[in-house]
Structure formats: C-alpha cells, structure tokens
C-alpha cells in the first residue's frame, strides 16, 4: 500500500533550515521590527545577513552561486521570517519567487552567469511590471523599447516597485511593438547605473512600511541587447508565469504573519485577567483563538501544496491562486481577532497585532488582487 504523507509534514533538513531562518528571525530581526516600521527603513546590515546566510538565492543552484536548495524551501524561509516581520519577508520573497526565478527560467546563458551570483550574493533586484494606469491590466502598459541595434531605449514610468530603494538590478516590462498588443512586451534587466534609468518617489504605506516601494523612471533609458531575458515579445509570458509562482510566496508571508499574531493572541489570553480570571479561561475567546487556529492550517495547507505541487513540476497554477486568496482573506480575519483578544491595548503599537493587521492587508492586492485569483480560478472551471 502506498504512503501518503500529509502535505505539511516537513522532512528533516526542511525542519532545520525553517528552524535556522526563525532562529535568526527571532534573534536579530525582532528587537528592530518595531522601530523599522516606524522609520519606513530597513536595517541595510540585515539584508547583508540575508545574502551571507544564502536567504537570496535559496533555490539558485550552486553552481551559479546559490545555496541549491528548492521552491519549497524558498517558501518557508518567506514563512520563517514574515512571523516576525512581513517586510523583512518581502525582501526575500521578492528576490528568490520573482526575480531569481525569472532569471533561472527565461535567462539564457550569459545571462544567467552574469546576474545569479550577483543577485545569490550581493545584489537586491526588483520586479517591474505595474504602471500608474495599468496594475490588474498589466499587459495593457505603456512602458515602450525602441529597437536601436545593438540597444533598446526604453521610455515610460513604473509604480509601486518593491525592493526599489534598495535594488541594483531590475527586471523591466516595456512594450517594443504595441501594434502586436501584449505580443510586443518584453522584459529587459537594467542595472541601476544605466543612462536615463532613475528610481522616483518612494510611497508611505499602511502596512509593510519598511519594505520599500517605489516609482522607476526611464528617460531614453539605453539597454544593450543582450539584457532582453527570454525572447523579444515573450515578456507577457516572462510576467505570466513568474507571477504564477511569486503568488505562492505571497501565501507564505500571509501564513507567517497569521502564525505570529495567534502566538501573541495565545499568549496574551494567558497572561491578561479579567473577572478574577485568566481570559483564556472563557469559552467564547478560546472559540475565537481555535478558529484563529483552523483558517491558519486550512491556509498552511493550500499554500504547502501549491509550493510543493511547483517543485513536482505539476500544473500549479490555479493551486497557486486559490492559495494566495485564501491565505490572504484568511490572514485579515486572524489578524483583527487577535486584536480583538488584545481588547484596546491591541489597538497601541505597544503590542504586535496591529502591525500584523496592516502587514496583512497587502496580500490581497499585490501579484494580482483578490478578483483576479477568483479570475483566474473561475477560467480554468468555465473554459
Ligand atoms: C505595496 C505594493 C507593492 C507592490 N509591488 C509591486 C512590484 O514589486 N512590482 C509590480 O510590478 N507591481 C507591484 N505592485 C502593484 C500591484 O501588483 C498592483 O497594485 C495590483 O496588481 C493592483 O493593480 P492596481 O493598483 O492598478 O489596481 P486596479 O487594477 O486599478 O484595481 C482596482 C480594483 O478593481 C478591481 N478590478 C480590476 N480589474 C478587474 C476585473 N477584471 N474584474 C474584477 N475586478 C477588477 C481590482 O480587484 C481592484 O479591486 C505593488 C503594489 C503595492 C501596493
């Protein structure tokens, strides 16, 4: 008879690297969680942990200067650290689902042996698809290449750049034949020092505060050819299916985040009297905490598999959007029932839940909103 194992049993060397990236989470990136979000800054001595601890190239392979490991693992690094804090994940989540990915998969040789160490050790690089008048029609942008000979000139503007600030390499959609329609895109690496390449204004956000997000400015910005990743006019395809995959890594800092707040909640509800009794005593918290619990572990499920489905080489990607919208919604309830447990103080920054509360909103917009998951879902039911 066959062995079925649960989708969430982790095998021993998945415990370990999930226990070393909470480990360090909880060690050098807590005491400044709270700070980082007040300044809209992350510690920039961080993100060179990250690189040391090989946390940007998780599933580039060795050879090309990564730590060789897989997507699955990428997701509970991204899991690890967004139970700590969610920007901190994004930094991770970006570089090894969406970036590092595209690279691996469209880039040819030489491309792949210049960018992945760079971006394995010491590069932060940024996805820029979304535009100020085309987020969920991406394709309809209007970022345009000019075909020069041996170069493009791109001319056009990005918005909401995650990674941006910080960021030395940066994967760009711009259109170089918009009579082909989304059959023009394509994506095109740009190096932060390139000529009429600029990176703008930097946005003050509800949640994910210390996570960057930015503006791309290209005026007769000059990209040599050979920075095209995949073929001219495959961009759609490029963006496709990179989001495809990065949808997973948002369902894993939604679990992450789920998971911090409910150990607050839990242990605050023990810690907190009222009536002469611990608050954990009363049954109707306590249903509130166990609910807490199942939408966490029905998300844990969904967001595992999708990742685990990727790594089987299986067709995922309705998986990997049911997971993303379902961890999403589920992660704004857990979060605002654990400020509920925390009564007004979990309404203060003195205590963790609302953090977690406005780090969670983002995960139903990003990577294609909510009605675009249910979108994609109901395409692939009503062909
Ligand atoms: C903090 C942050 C970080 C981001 N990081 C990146 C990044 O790194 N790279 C990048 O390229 N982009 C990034 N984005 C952009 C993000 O992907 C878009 O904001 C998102 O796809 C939604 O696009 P929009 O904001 O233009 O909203 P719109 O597309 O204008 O949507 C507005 C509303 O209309 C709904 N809607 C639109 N079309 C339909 C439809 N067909 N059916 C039903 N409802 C519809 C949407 O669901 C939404 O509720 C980021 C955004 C934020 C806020």
Redesign the pocket.
Known sequence: MSQVLPIIRLNEEEEMFREAVLDFAREQIAPHVMEMDQKAQFRRELLDQFFELGLMGIDIPEAYGGTGGNFFMSILAIEALASVDASAAIYVD?QNTLVNNAFMRWGNEAIKQKYLPQLAQEKIG?????EPS????AFGLKARGEDKGDHFVLNGT?L???NAAEADIFLVFANINPELGYKGITAFVIERGFDGFKVGKK?D?LG?RASS?CELIMENCIVPKENVLGETGKGYKVAIETLNEGRIGIGAQMLGIMQGSLDAGVQYAQERSQFGRQIAQFQGLRFQIAEAKILLEASRRFVYNAARMKDAGDDFVMEAAMAKYFSSVNAEKVTSRMIDIFGGYGYTKDYPVEKFYRDSK?GQ????????QL?TIGKFLLK
């Open positions: 970006v940024a996805y820029a698809l979304s085309s987020g969920s029609d990005k909401w750049i995650t946005e956000k994910i997000t983002i917009i990003y990577e294609g909103t909510s009605n675009m979108d």
